[in-house]
């Protein structure tokens, strides 16, 4: 009951917003203080209305076990304090050690919302490291930087995906994502140097034209006077762009729906619905055999795998026709894509390993890079001076060019708007992990099998860590200092996770995204649709809206935004070092301290 009402508070402080926001067009400045008065409002009350679940009991911190209660009573009793570290010393048991506060839960409270807003107000109660209960289950929850790091890059042979990969199986199988221990070593050898500057470059022209695609639709739209959904908009850029890169497969999704596109997205879903459910309903012994749902999911599974069999198929072929060497930038300039690379290599894999290995980064490249953008676009709706800031930063570089390598460098404003949304926004806001053995984290000692789970989304916006934590303000980040990443922030800022495990799609996904977001606003003016539902947050792997991003889309009148119908070919000029675009983290020292 009390979970609901925080959760329509949400979306009275969004409605809010939004309205002011849209009055913040006419009278920016003026309406900048209410609009802070009425958030301070609204958070302060959203606050009091969670002290009073936690007073309630809803969440209830455990009792101290026998052992402590013991020695408390004995303490009381007048045993001297000496006396009872040595005979509990004697007895053993990790009693030395304090104890992790623990929170104990209804998962009803945690399903009205998102489940990572509970943990946030959970974290400000409960700190860095607290165990939350549900019954007989439980979960740590991490959200402090330094035991971030401790899991990620200092101890992460300790650690596997748990969960997470138990959900993906039926989809991902052993790709890189659920994969642990040798066949994530070996797979991960195998796949990053597909990943090469050269590969990366060749993307620029796939980015520019696929988001050239958008704007006509766009463009489209707006001569219509139609408002557009522009969640949806952004996750069929992002699978058209994903599909060439990983497997040379032209979805076309922005165009038609066609049976494949289909047969994705009921996959995706699937597997978002299996990474939020209460219970594993896909393992029910006659139900799983029976739901239509279900079926539905293992067609589309089937018609997606056979579709990946072909292109490999096909792939095969051209491979074994062609007569380049193959080498460590290799390239075929008509089907650049991962899927050639791998076969042009020579990996020595199963058809079935390979397929699960295409669908994990086919997944992984897809709904991030959408999410990344939805939301981006969203605060930049909120906020007109940013907006403004970005267009003259890209009307100066570009001119009414697409996007270059080269440019990327000059794009600093906008790199910043996208980190900035990346650290509201984090795709996805919490990492999975298991212990495989004993292990301490922080002070306190774990025990192997123990579900963890890292809320990125608590470290982004921990007011330890950030100044206004939940304000949209990408002037955060200086535009001459170092690109943000996990190792200059400490591991207070995760956008792509950290250590061996860290993101092989990085750079690919910084740059598209720097594509897309500087094309688009270069052409458009963007605003919330008048009427349109409040922006409300949903989880899955990534942050979904509720209802969509329903946007108002006009074009820009100045300067005439014409842009060439040329796309400029990539030349990989030896001396513009992708790595040292600052864009990226260092990826090439994650790469090689994963396979050493
Ligand atoms: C903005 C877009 C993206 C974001 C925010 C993002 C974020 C992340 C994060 C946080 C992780 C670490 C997960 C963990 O430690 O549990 C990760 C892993 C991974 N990402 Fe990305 N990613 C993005 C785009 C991409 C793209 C475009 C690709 C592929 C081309 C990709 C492929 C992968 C793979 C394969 C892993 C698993 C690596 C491993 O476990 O060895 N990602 N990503």
Redesign the pocket.
Known sequence: MAAVSLSSLQFSSQTVQTRVNRKKYNNVKSNDDAVKDVERLLEQKRREELSARIASGEFTVEKSSFQSQLKSNLLKLGVSKEILEFIFNLTGGPEYYPRIPEAKGSIKAIRSEPFFIPLYELYLTYGGIFRLTFGPKSFLIVSDPSIAKHI?KDNPKSYS?GI?AEILDFVMGK???P?DGEI?RVR?RV?VPA?HQKFVAAMFSLFGQATDRLCQKLDAAAADGEDVEMESLFSRLTLDI?GK??FNYDFDSLKVDTGIVEAVYTVLREAEDRSTAPIPFWEIPIWKDISPKLKKVNTALKLVNETLDNLIAICKKMVDEEELQFHEEYMNEQDPS?LHFLLASGDDVTSKQLRDDLM??LI???E??A??LTWTFYLLSQDPRVMAKLQNEVDSVLGDRFPTVEDMKKLRYTTRVINES?RLY???PV???RSLENDILGKYPIKSGEDIFIS?WNLHRSPNHWEDADKFNPERWPLDGPNPNETNQNFSY?????????????M???F??IVAVSMLVRRFDFQLALGAPPVKMTTGATIHTTEGLKMTVTRRRRPPIIPTLEIPTVKVDSSVNIAQVETVSGQKDEVSS?IS
């Open positions: 990620l995906k997470l790709g890189l994502i994969a994530w991960r796949i990943l994903i890169a990983v991962i994990t980064l992984a490249g897809h991030t890079s999410a990344v990346l984090p795709q996805p990492l999975i992990r990125v995760l956008p792509f996770g950290g250590g061996p495990r860290k993101c092989i799609g990085d690919f996904a910084t598209e995204n994963a």
